[in-house]
C-alpha cells in the first residue's frame, strides 16, 4: 500500500506557474504509474496528466497539453505536476493518484492522496 499527499497548491494570477508535488510513501514509487486528477466545485473529477511507471511516457487531457508538465524522481519518491499559463478555468482540487495495474495508458488507480487547492484568479 502506498500514502499519497499533495503539496504546493495556492492562489495565483492567470498566466503564472505553480508546481505541485505529491510525495509518497508505504512502496517504492517505482511501483506504480502515477496521474494528475483535478476537480472543479459541482464537476465530476477528471484526468489531467499521467507518467508512465519508469517516466518514459506522459500522457495529457487536452486541455492541459502544451501548458503542464507531469515529471517523476523514484529516488525521491515523488511526482511533480508543473503548471503554466495557468487560466481561471484550471481552478480545482488537485489530486494525486497511484496505479499498479492496467494498460499504458489506461492505469487502473487505487490511491489517491487528499488533494490540494489551486485557485486562478482573473
Known amino acids: 500500500q502506498v500514502q499519497l499527499v499533495e503539496s504546493g497548491g495556492g492562489l495565483v494570477q492567470a498566466g503564472g506557474s505553480l508546481r505541485l508535488s505529491c510525495a509518497a510513501s508505504?512502496?517504492?514509487?517505482?511501483?506504480?504509474?502515477m496521474g494528475w486528477f483535478r476537480q472543479a466545485p459541482g464537476k465530476v473529477r477528471e484526468f489531467v496528466a499521467a507518467i508512465s511507471w519508469s517516466g518514459g511516457s506522459t500522457y495529457y487531457a487536452d486541455s492541459v497539453k502544451g501548458r503542464f508538465t507531469i515529471s517523476r524522481d523514484n529516488n525521491k519518491n515523488t511526482v511533480y505536476l508543473q503548471m503554466n499559463s495557468l487560466k481561471p478555468e484550471d481552478t480545482a482540487v488537485y489530486f494525486c493518484a497511484a496505479g499498479a495495474s492496467g494498460s499504458w495508458p489506461r492505469v487502473r488507480y487505487d490511491y489517491w492522496g487528499q488533494g490540494t487547492q489551486v485557485t486562478v484568479s482573473s
Open positions: 508505504g512502496r517504492t514509487l517505482s511501483s506504480y504509474a
